[in-house]
Protein backbone atom coordinates (compact mmCIF):
# COMPACT_ATOMS: atom_id res chain seq x y z
CA UNK A 1 0.00 0.00 0.00
CA UNK A 2 0.88 3.37 -1.20
CA UNK A 3 0.59 6.63 1.46
CA UNK A 4 -1.63 9.54 0.25
CA UNK A 5 0.38 12.05 -1.31
CA UNK A 6 -1.54 15.60 -2.45
CA UNK A 7 -1.62 15.91 -5.99
CA UNK A 8 1.23 18.69 -6.58
CA UNK A 9 3.69 16.60 -3.77
CA UNK A 10 2.93 13.63 -6.40
CA UNK A 11 3.46 15.19 -9.42
CA UNK A 12 6.85 16.51 -8.13
CA UNK A 13 7.88 12.81 -6.45
CA UNK A 14 6.71 11.38 -9.83
CA UNK A 15 8.94 13.69 -12.03
CA UNK A 16 11.62 13.57 -9.31
CA UNK A 17 11.65 9.66 -9.62
CA UNK A 18 12.26 9.09 -13.17
CA UNK A 19 14.86 12.13 -12.85
CA UNK A 20 16.64 9.80 -10.22
CA UNK A 21 16.76 6.97 -11.91
CA UNK A 22 17.72 7.66 -15.33
CA UNK A 23 20.49 9.89 -13.87
CA UNK A 24 21.99 6.59 -12.06
CA UNK A 25 21.86 4.71 -15.61
CA UNK A 26 23.90 7.77 -16.69
CA UNK A 27 26.28 8.18 -14.47
CA UNK A 28 27.66 4.15 -13.98
CA UNK A 29 27.94 4.93 -10.17
CA UNK A 30 26.79 1.59 -9.62
CA UNK A 31 29.59 -0.12 -11.83
CA UNK A 32 31.59 -2.68 -9.35
CA UNK A 33 35.08 -2.30 -8.07
CA UNK A 34 37.79 -5.11 -8.87
CA UNK A 35 37.74 -6.20 -5.39
CA UNK A 36 33.94 -7.24 -5.88
CA UNK A 37 34.60 -9.40 -8.86
CA UNK A 38 37.24 -11.46 -6.84
CA UNK A 39 34.89 -11.72 -4.59
CA UNK A 40 32.39 -13.06 -6.64
CA UNK A 41 34.97 -15.29 -8.24
CA UNK A 42 35.77 -17.02 -4.33
CA UNK A 43 31.89 -16.85 -3.53
CA UNK A 44 30.92 -19.20 -6.93
CA UNK A 45 34.42 -21.40 -7.03
CA UNK A 46 35.53 -20.06 -10.47
CA UNK A 47 39.30 -19.73 -11.08
CA UNK A 48 39.90 -15.99 -12.57
CA UNK A 49 37.63 -13.09 -13.91
CA UNK A 50 35.64 -14.08 -17.08
CA UNK A 51 33.39 -12.01 -19.27
CA UNK A 52 30.36 -14.35 -18.34
CA UNK A 53 31.49 -13.68 -14.66
CA UNK A 54 31.95 -9.70 -14.76
CA UNK A 55 28.40 -9.88 -16.65
CA UNK A 56 26.50 -11.77 -13.92
CA UNK A 57 28.84 -9.77 -11.16
CA UNK A 58 27.62 -6.29 -12.59
CA UNK A 59 23.57 -7.21 -13.17
CA UNK A 60 23.59 -9.08 -9.66
CA UNK A 61 24.01 -5.23 -8.35
CA UNK A 62 21.53 -4.02 -10.80
CA UNK A 63 18.82 -6.10 -8.88
CA UNK A 64 19.65 -5.55 -5.07
CA UNK A 65 19.55 -1.75 -6.44
CA UNK A 66 16.20 -2.68 -8.39
CA UNK A 67 14.82 -4.07 -5.71
CA UNK A 68 15.62 -1.36 -2.85
CA UNK A 69 14.20 1.44 -5.19
CA UNK A 70 11.19 -0.79 -6.25
CA UNK A 71 10.82 -1.21 -2.39
CA UNK A 72 10.96 2.81 -2.28
CA UNK A 73 8.77 3.61 -4.95
CA UNK A 74 5.61 1.11 -3.59
CA UNK A 75 6.28 3.59 -0.01
CA UNK A 76 4.63 6.20 -2.19
CA UNK A 77 2.55 4.52 -4.70
CA UNK A 78 0.11 2.06 -4.40
CA UNK A 79 1.06 -0.46 -6.99
CA UNK A 80 0.97 -4.69 -8.06
CA UNK A 81 4.07 -6.14 -9.15
CA UNK A 82 2.55 -9.62 -10.80
CA UNK A 83 -0.79 -7.89 -12.28
CA UNK A 84 -3.15 -10.05 -14.18
CA UNK A 85 -2.50 -11.79 -17.19
CA UNK A 86 -4.71 -11.35 -20.03
CA UNK A 87 -6.66 -13.36 -22.49
CA UNK A 88 -4.55 -16.01 -24.13
CA UNK A 89 -5.09 -14.50 -27.19
CA UNK A 90 -3.85 -11.46 -26.66
CA UNK A 91 -0.77 -12.98 -24.71
CA UNK A 92 0.10 -14.73 -28.10
CA UNK A 93 -0.51 -11.52 -30.25
CA UNK A 94 2.24 -9.83 -27.72
CA UNK A 95 5.24 -12.63 -28.05
CA UNK A 96 4.45 -12.80 -31.51
CA UNK A 97 4.88 -9.42 -31.93
CA UNK A 98 8.43 -9.54 -30.32
CA UNK A 99 9.22 -12.36 -32.62
CA UNK A 100 8.06 -10.86 -35.87
CA UNK A 101 10.43 -7.56 -34.71
CA UNK A 102 13.74 -9.89 -34.42
CA UNK A 103 12.33 -11.94 -37.35
CA UNK A 104 12.63 -9.28 -39.31
CA UNK A 105 15.71 -7.48 -38.27
CA UNK A 106 17.23 -11.22 -39.23
CA UNK A 107 16.12 -11.12 -42.43
CA UNK A 108 16.51 -7.39 -43.41
CA UNK A 109 19.21 -6.01 -41.62
CA UNK A 110 22.84 -6.73 -40.36
CA UNK A 111 23.15 -8.17 -36.67
CA UNK A 112 24.54 -6.35 -33.83
CA UNK A 113 28.63 -7.77 -33.07
CA UNK A 114 27.37 -7.21 -29.09
CA UNK A 115 24.57 -10.03 -29.60
CA UNK A 116 26.76 -11.92 -31.86
CA UNK A 117 29.46 -12.25 -29.08
CA UNK A 118 26.97 -13.05 -26.36
CA UNK A 119 25.66 -15.57 -28.93
CA UNK A 120 29.42 -16.87 -29.34
CA UNK A 121 30.01 -16.60 -25.42
CA UNK A 122 27.43 -19.51 -24.90
CA UNK A 123 28.29 -21.47 -27.09
CA UNK A 124 31.79 -21.85 -26.84
CA UNK A 125 31.65 -21.02 -23.27
CA UNK A 126 31.89 -23.94 -19.95
CA UNK A 127 28.63 -24.88 -18.40
CA UNK A 128 28.97 -22.58 -15.92
CA UNK A 129 29.13 -20.03 -18.34
CA UNK A 130 26.67 -21.21 -20.16
CA UNK A 131 24.80 -21.44 -16.40
CA UNK A 132 25.48 -17.31 -15.62
CA UNK A 133 24.41 -16.29 -19.12
CA UNK A 134 21.55 -17.61 -18.75
CA UNK A 135 21.25 -16.28 -15.42
CA UNK A 136 22.66 -13.19 -16.02
CA UNK A 137 20.21 -12.25 -19.47
CA UNK A 138 17.24 -14.47 -19.02
CA UNK A 139 16.71 -13.20 -15.73
CA UNK A 140 18.63 -10.25 -14.11
CA UNK A 141 18.34 -7.95 -16.85
CA UNK A 142 14.34 -8.55 -17.76
CA UNK A 143 13.71 -8.23 -14.19
CA UNK A 144 15.68 -5.31 -13.24
CA UNK A 145 14.59 -2.99 -16.70
CA UNK A 146 11.41 -3.81 -16.53
CA UNK A 147 11.67 -2.75 -12.87
CA UNK A 148 13.00 0.31 -13.82
CA UNK A 149 11.44 1.44 -16.86
CA UNK A 150 7.54 -0.11 -16.60
CA UNK A 151 7.59 -0.06 -13.38
CA UNK A 152 9.14 3.01 -11.37
CA UNK A 153 9.12 5.20 -14.41
CA UNK A 154 6.36 4.13 -16.16
CA UNK A 155 4.07 3.85 -12.89
CA UNK A 156 5.50 7.36 -11.86
CA UNK A 157 4.05 8.81 -14.85
CA UNK A 158 0.66 7.66 -14.91
CA UNK A 159 0.08 9.17 -11.52
CA UNK A 160 0.99 12.49 -12.83
CA UNK A 161 -2.58 14.20 -12.37
CA UNK A 162 -1.91 17.51 -14.53
CA UNK A 163 -1.84 14.97 -17.48
CA UNK A 164 -5.92 15.06 -16.84
CA UNK A 165 -6.70 13.26 -20.15
CA UNK A 166 -6.53 9.26 -19.54
CA UNK A 167 -5.17 8.51 -22.88
CA UNK A 168 -2.96 11.48 -23.27
CA UNK A 169 -1.38 10.35 -19.86
CA UNK A 170 -1.06 6.77 -20.89
CA UNK A 171 0.86 7.42 -24.53
CA UNK A 172 2.90 9.93 -22.31
CA UNK A 173 3.92 7.39 -19.87
CA UNK A 174 4.59 4.33 -23.00
CA UNK A 175 6.50 6.87 -24.79
CA UNK A 176 9.18 8.77 -22.47
CA UNK A 177 10.44 5.27 -20.81
CA UNK A 178 10.60 3.77 -24.07
CA UNK A 179 12.74 6.86 -25.57
CA UNK A 180 14.77 6.68 -22.10
CA UNK A 181 15.28 2.81 -22.29
CA UNK A 182 16.98 3.44 -25.65
CA UNK A 183 19.07 5.85 -24.93
CA UNK A 184 20.89 3.66 -22.33
CA UNK A 185 21.60 0.97 -25.09
CA UNK A 186 24.86 2.24 -26.03
CA UNK A 187 26.49 -0.77 -27.13
CA UNK A 188 24.37 -1.45 -30.21
CA UNK A 189 26.07 0.19 -33.59
CA UNK A 190 22.82 0.12 -36.17
CA UNK A 191 20.34 2.48 -35.87
CA UNK A 192 17.47 -0.39 -36.85
CA UNK A 193 18.34 -1.69 -33.49
CA UNK A 194 17.32 1.42 -31.70
CA UNK A 195 14.45 1.23 -33.67
CA UNK A 196 13.29 -2.22 -32.90
CA UNK A 197 14.17 -1.53 -29.40
CA UNK A 198 12.10 1.10 -29.21
CA UNK A 199 9.02 -1.04 -31.15
CA UNK A 200 10.30 -3.46 -27.94
CA UNK A 201 9.38 -1.00 -25.41
CA UNK A 202 6.48 0.14 -26.89
CA UNK A 203 5.26 -3.38 -26.90
CA UNK A 204 5.99 -4.05 -23.31
CA UNK A 205 4.74 -0.90 -21.85
CA UNK A 206 1.63 -1.74 -23.55
CA UNK A 207 1.85 -5.47 -21.79
CA UNK A 208 2.50 -3.48 -18.36
CA UNK A 209 -0.82 -1.26 -19.24
CA UNK A 210 -3.13 -3.93 -19.88
CA UNK A 211 -1.63 -6.58 -17.28
CA UNK A 212 -1.30 -3.45 -14.65
CA UNK A 213 1.74 -5.38 -13.38
CA UNK A 214 5.42 -6.20 -14.46
CA UNK A 215 5.57 -10.12 -14.58
CA UNK A 216 4.03 -10.01 -18.60
CA UNK A 217 6.72 -7.32 -19.32
CA UNK A 218 9.32 -9.09 -18.04
CA UNK A 219 8.69 -12.68 -19.82
CA UNK A 220 8.21 -10.47 -22.93
CA UNK A 221 12.13 -8.93 -21.72
CA UNK A 222 13.50 -12.28 -21.69
CA UNK A 223 11.43 -14.02 -24.68
CA UNK A 224 12.79 -11.20 -27.31
CA UNK A 225 16.74 -11.59 -25.43
CA UNK A 226 16.28 -15.74 -26.43
CA UNK A 227 15.03 -14.13 -29.84
CA UNK A 228 18.08 -11.68 -30.47
CA UNK A 229 20.15 -14.43 -29.58
CA UNK A 230 18.70 -17.06 -30.91
CA UNK A 231 19.01 -15.76 -34.77
CA UNK A 232 22.43 -14.66 -33.48
CA UNK A 233 23.00 -18.60 -33.67
CA UNK A 234 22.25 -18.86 -37.58
CA UNK A 235 24.95 -16.22 -38.03
CA UNK A 236 27.70 -17.68 -36.19
Known amino acids: MGIELNKGVQNGLSVVLVAIIYSVFLSGIWNPGVGYYLWIVKVIGESSINESLIMFATYARFIVFA ?3 YVVYRFFYQDNFIGNMPKRKLI ?7 FSLYFISFVFFEFETFTLNVANSFNTGTLKDKALLICTYLIMIPIFEEVFFRGIMMGAILK ?6 EKVRMVVACIIPSLLFITLHTQYEYVWT ?16 ISNGLLLPILLHSFAIVC ?3 FSFLLL
Open 92 to 98: FSLFFSV
Open 194 to 209: YILLFLFAIIVSVARA
Open 67 to 69: FVA
Open 228 to 230: AVG
Open 160 to 165: ISFLTN
